[in-house]
C-alpha cells in the first residue's frame, strides 16, 4: 500500500459519499411536502456533501493553489447557507407558505400574532 | 468584563479597532488564499483592498467580552462534526423514506446570555446541522424561531430545544466571558422556554 493507493481510496470515499449526500438532498427537495421542508434538503445534505467533495478533490489534486481555493470554497458556504436559509425561511413564513396542518407546534405564531403586518406579510 | 445587555453598551474605542484589525487579516488572508500564492505584492494589494472595504462597507460594532479558550473550542468542533455528519445521514435516510410525511414543528428558544455574538453564533451553528432551519429571531431577547423537521410529538420537541441550549452553552464555553459562563446556569425565564 503506498500513500498514493490510501489518498486515491480516500478521495473516493469522500466523493462517493459527498455524491450520494447530493442525491439525497435532491430526493428530498422533490418528496417533502412544503417550503421549509424542502429548505432543509436543498441547504443542508448538500453542506457535509460539498464539504466531502471538496475534501476528495483536494486529495486528488494535491497541489497548493488549488486547495487553497477548495479552503475558501467550503469557508464560504460554511458562512453564507445559514444565511441564505433564514432569509428565505422569514420569507416563506411570513408569506404564509407552511403547511400548519403537518406542525407539531407553531411558537411563533402566537408571538407574532400580537404584531401588525410587516412588509411581505400577507394578510388573509 | 461587563457584558449587561440590556442597555447596549458602547462599544470602547480600543476594541473598535481590535476589531478592524481583525477584520482587515481575515480579509488579507482570503486574497492571499485567493492568489493561492505569497508575495508582497499580493499582501500589499490585499491590504489596500481590505482597507477599502472597511470604509466602504463599515461593519457594524460587535460586542466581545469573553476570551478565546482552546479547549472549548474544540469541544465544539467536535461536537459540531459529529451533529453535522450524523443528522446529514439522518435526513438523507428520511429522503429516501418514500410514503413517509415527515411532521415538523417551529419553537421558540430564548437564549440565556444576551449577545449578539452568542445568537449569531449558535444561529449559524443549528442551522448547518441538517434538520433545523432559523425562521426567525428576535434581537431584543436574543431569541431563535426554529423549524425543525422530523419531529414526531411534543417530547421530540423538547429533546430538540435542550440540544440548542446545549450547543449555546459550548459556544459561550469556547468564546464567551466568566460572567456569560455563569449567566448558563439561570434557569431559562419562566413560561419563556416552555410550552404554553
Sequence with gaps: MTADLVADILAGTCLISGALLSLAAGVGLLRFPDLLSRMHAATKPQVLGLLLILAGTALRLQNTIDITTLVLVGVFQLATAPVAAHMVGRAVYRARQVRTDLLVVDELAGDRAGEAPGPGDRVV | ?196
Design chain 2, 1 to 196: 468584563m461587563n457584558n449587561d445587555a440590556a442597555a447596549p453598551p458602547a462599544v470602547p474605542v480600543r476594541s473598535r479597532w481590535r476589531d478592524r484589525a481583525v477584520a482587515v487579516t481575515v480579509l488579507v488572508m482570503v486574497w492571499m488564499l485567493l492568489w493561492g500564492v505569497f508575495s508582497w505584492a499580493n499582501l500589499i494589494s490585499g491590504l489596500a483592498v481590505s482597507v477599502v472595504v472597511l470604509v466602504v462597507f463599515p461593519l457594524p460594532p460587535v460586542i466581545f467580552a469573553g476570551r478565546l479558550r482552546l479547549l472549548g473550542l474544540l469541544h465544539f468542533a467536535w461536537r459540531f462534526l459529529t451533529d453535522l455528519v450524523v443528522a446529514s445521514v439522518q435526513l438523507a435516510v428520511l429522503a429516501f423514506r418514500f410514503g413517509h410525511q415527515p411532521r415538523s414543528a417551529i419553537i421558540r428558544v430564548p437564549l440565556r446570555v444576551p449577545s449578539d455574538l452568542v445568537l449569531t453564533l449558535t444561529g449559524e451553528a443549528v442551522s448547518l446541522v441538517p434538520g433545523s432551519l432559523i425562521v426567525d429571531t428576535d434581537q431584543a431577547s436574543t431569541t431563535l424561531y426554529i423549524h425543525v423537521i422530523n419531529v414526531a410529538d411534543r417530547a421530540a420537541v423538547e429533546a430538540f430545544r435542550r440540544n440548542v441550549y446545549e450547543t449555546e452553552a459550548r459556544i459561550v464555553r469556547a468564546i464567551g466571558s466568566d460572567a456569560e459562563i455563569r449567566m448558563l446556569d439561570h434557569p431559562v425565564p419562566a413560561g419563556k422556554g416552555e410550552l404554553t
